[in-house]
């Protein structure tokens, strides 16, 4: 059954408009009397009068139970239209149009770094404090979930999986899955090895013809590649498609990218699919009226599966007896893979799908003084090798080059977590803690976070979030400028270095500079010019980054790239 259908049947049993329609049917069918005037207007008038009855109640038990725990409400975003109807077309608009996180930065400097938002009777909490997003995450973690909304607008894509799962279950989906991802292998550099050749190679052909190249599309077919032969052992081969030709480029015709390679439809299917979620995430409980005629999400997710599908079974068909050691070997006696480790778990095909989706999406997703320098790291520390572990580990520069856009640019730029119980958070004025309540919708955000000036700026701001993150931060420049310095220091790393270290590495061994074609990116994928100096975006910003599940940049990025002279400067 489409949601949407679905949604409006669950509407009509609820008790008073049945009552209504049963009676207005009732008298119909006695009477031959059309139903008034006054009654149409009333079931009409349900759903909003049931909304401001709910949302009504539950302010009340949120007021008393404030009061008991003697704490206070988050400064609350005002609404322009009653039920909060003007800040869901806010978001969806800002979703659609705006730059990413600029409603949200707007309103964190009016209301504070984290406040309130009521839509249609539900009562939601948006944070960026560091102290509020490491409660949810790490101290009072066990009172946090995905929640019911969340799982159930994900669920054709993530299905149960780890991220798609609360308290057993992704318990369960946890312990089954670590035991793969602790360990440092040889043939992960092996993986990353072969389809970096690859990449680079795909980028040479393109860029000796003098064309510009959609990076963010090589890199995604890379990642897309990696993450299929890590995961199933089985490549879709995406890099083998012939890459995509600028909108100003005279040898695109209009047969380029009509016809969509076989290679390709897996990879637009998998983004098409995490747009259309995160749209979901803005329209709240109304996004069910979206698909009223059929879940727009399922034809991506019939393609993703006829791929996954095949081989599932077939590792299903021939995993090992008796749960046979598959630490070493995989079923064909290569190195194991994630899906020859999962078969050795359960036979639940769904389980394993799920499983696989989730990490899949969770594995794929400049300024010329910095490249310079990174690239003299690369080749003093390196030369022209391939890299090794303790190479990477040696290149303290490339290390902080990540850090720094991973800051601004961070993959999983919202996210967002479902409160079990009542609880509180700390006040930084020292007063009354603030109130949370039982299954509220938090959303939080290390997009603008990682962008609030009194955190990362004004000049020479030196933060320290070890505390929070294992973190020392200090930079000579403010919150939207990129400056890798600010994480040259010494500190512990826990991020997941390897492959983003290793295709670095190979993409400044092949090219020593990279520059962004403006022209080759499509006009109306470009900021527009009075989006300059606003809050929360860079100055020299050049890109419209957007946001589906993770970051991505709107239409492409385009770059130019020249061959790099092999000896070090």
């Known amino acids: ?75 609350s975003v005002h609404s322009n239209l009653p039920m909060g109807i003007s800040i869901m077309y806010k978001s969806v608009q800002g979703f659609l149009h705006s730059q990413l996180g600029e409603i949200a930065t707007a309103w964190q400097e009016q209301y504070g770094s984290t406040f309130s938002i009521e839509v249609l009777g539900d009562y939601s909490i948006v944070t960026f404090e560091p102290e509020h997003i490491k409660n949810m995450l790490s101290t009072n973690f066990d009172n946090f979930e995905k929640g019911p909304r969340f799982r159930e607008m994900f669920r054709l894509v993530l299905g149960n999986g780890v991220f798609n799962a609360d308290g057993d279950i992704w318990k369960f989906h946890r312990a089954m899955t670590r035991p793969f991802f602790v360990r440092d292998r040889v043939t992960d550099f092996d993986i990353f090895d072969r389809h970096a050749d690859i990449a680079v190679n795909k980028m040479i052909e393109r860029l000796s013809e003098g064309e510009p190249i959609d990076f963010q599309d090589v890199m995604s077919r890379l990642t897309l590649d990696s993450a299929t032969e890590f995961l199933f052992g089985s490549c879709v081969h995406s890099l083998a498609a012939p890459l995509p030709y600028a909108h100003n480029s005279p040898r695109k015709t209009d047969d380029n990218n009509k016809v969509l390679h076989k290679n390709d439809r897996f990879a637009k299917a998998l983004a098409e699919a995490q747009a259309e979620t995160a749209l ?41 007896p008796n749960g046979g050691d598959t630490r070493a070997e995989n079923l064909q006696g290569g190195p194991e893979t994630l899906l020859s480790h999962l078969v050795q778990e359960t036979d639940d095909i769904d389980i394993i799908r799920d499983e696989v989706i989730n990490i899949m999406l969770a594995g794929r997703d400049t300024h010329p003084d910095v490249l310079a320098t990174l690239r003299h790291e690369i080749l003093t520390k390196i030369g022209l090798n391939r890299p090794t572990f303790d190479d990477l580990k040696e290149c303290k520069y490339l290390r902080a080059v990540i850090n720094e856009t991973l800051r601004l640019y961070p993959p999983a730029p919202f996210n967002v977590r ?117 809050s929360g975006v860079p100055r020299d910003e050049k890109i419209w980054m957007k946001s589906h599940l993770t970051l991505y940049a709107y239409k492409g990025l385009w770059l130019r790239m020249t061959f790099a002279n092999q000896s070090i400067q």
């Not at 979206?290 to 991506?300: A, L």
């Not at 603008?448 to 929070?468: A, C, E, S």
């Open 280 to 320: 979901r995430t803005k329209l709240g409980d109304l996004w069910p009226l979206r698909d009223i005629f059929g879940d727009r999400i399922q034809d991506s997710m019939a393609i993703i599966n006829e791929y996954i599908d095949p081989i599932l079974q077939e590792a299903l068909e021939n995993r090992k």
């Open 418 to 534: 479902a409160s079990i119980d009542s609880t509180t958070w700390k006040a930084k004025d020292g007063g009354k803690p603030y109130y949370v309540p039982a299954g509220c919708f938090v959303a939080y955000s290390v997009f603008v976070m990682h962008r609030r000036k009194d955190l990362w700026g004004p000049d020479g701001i030196y933060f320290n979030f070890t505390q929070i993150f294992g973190i020392h931060c200090h930079s000579q420049l403010a919150a939207l400028e990129y400056d890798p310095n600010r994480f040259l220091d010494e500190r512990v790393h826990k991020f997941a270095y390897n492959q983003t270290s290793f295709v670095l590495v190979r993409l400044l061994q092949a090219f020593d500079t990279i520059t962004l074609d403006v022209d080759a990116q499509p006009s109306d994928s470009r900021p527009p010019p009075e989006w300059k100096g606003r």
């Open 1 to 75: 059954m489409p949601p949407g259908i679905f949604f409006i049947f669950k509407f009509v049993q609820k008790p008073l408009f049945a009552t209504i329609l049963v009676y207005s049917l009732r008298n119909f069918l006695l009477t031959g009397n059309q139903p008034s005037s006054l009654t149409w207007s009333f079931l009409y008038c349900i759903y909003p009068i049931s909304v401001f009855v709910r949302g009504t109640i539950r302010g009340i038990r949120r007021k008393r139970e404030m009061k008991e725990l003697g704490a206070r409400e988050f400064p």
